[in-house]
T-cell receptor, first 114, second 113 residues
């Protein structure tokens, strides 16, 4: 069984300040973890993924995430927010090498103030 | 390179009816997944098709069924529509199964009255 919890439904930051979107997961086996972004009226886009290689994963648009097994976390960060980062972000867990049954979190809405 | 396309973009049905949604996968992709995204929620995995066979299924009743065709396009069929089936239905394709990245289409907005 697997589950994912996005700890904040909304995160509000000012442009130029750091972004932290939190994700905790639960998985019986080694997980694969993903972050997707969904802009209004656009399709989901992959930001980054973890599949048992380096624990610090770098993605597109300056985002990165760190896999911490001891904390069962996969938080998404960015050093400096841009207005264009305002969107809905989803953390996803699935089994590494197992049947592909992904579980999405409920999403975190990132609001960026000028 | 053409991305994932879905049709129709919007659809209105009444309770008890049947609906078919269509998805064309990205060129070179042999795997298609379908998701249901209710308003304000994250997508929920319905099922995945790989080379015309169902490869994994989420917690959805049998009235949700699918097909994948030899050209790797896919259909999602929902019978006996219920009000709670109102959602955005997303299709995603990938070049292989398992934990590879998926490319998502823009979705079909289904409203059940």
């Amino acid at each position: 069984a697997q589950s994912v919890t996005q700890l904040d439904s909304h995160v509000s930051v000012s442009e130029g300040t750091p972004v932290l979107l939190r994700c905790n997961y639960s998985s019986s086996y080694s997980p694969s973890l993903f972050w997707y972004v969904q802009h209004p009226n656009k399709g989901l886009q992959l930001l980054l993924k973890y599949t048992s290689a380096a624990t610090l994963v770098k993605g597109i648009n300056g985002f990165e995430a760190e896999f911490k097994k001891s904390e069962t976390s996969f938080h998404l960060t960015k050093p400096s927010a841009h207005m264009s980062d305002a969107a809905e972000y989803f953390c996803v867990v699935t089994l590494l090498g197992g049947s592909y049954i992904p579980t999405f979190g409920r999403g975190t809405s990132l609001i960026v103030h000028p | 390179e053409t991305g994932v396309t879905q049709s129709p973009t919007h659809l209105i049905k009444t309770r008890g009816q049947q609906v078919t949604l269509r998805c064309s996968s990205q060129s070179g992709h042999n795997t298609v997944s379908w998701y249901q995204q209710a308003l304000g929620q994250g997508p929920q995995f319905i099922f995945q098709y790989y080379r015309e066979e169902e490869n994994g299924r989420g917690n959805f009743p049998p009235r949700f069924s699918g097909l994948q065709f030899p050209n790797y396009s896919s259909e999602l069929n929902v019978n006996a529509l219920e009000l709670d089936d109102s959602a955005l239905y997303l299709c995603a394709s990938s070049p292989q199964t398992s934990e590879t990245r998926e490319f998502f289409g823009p979705g079909t907005r289904l409203t059940v009255l």
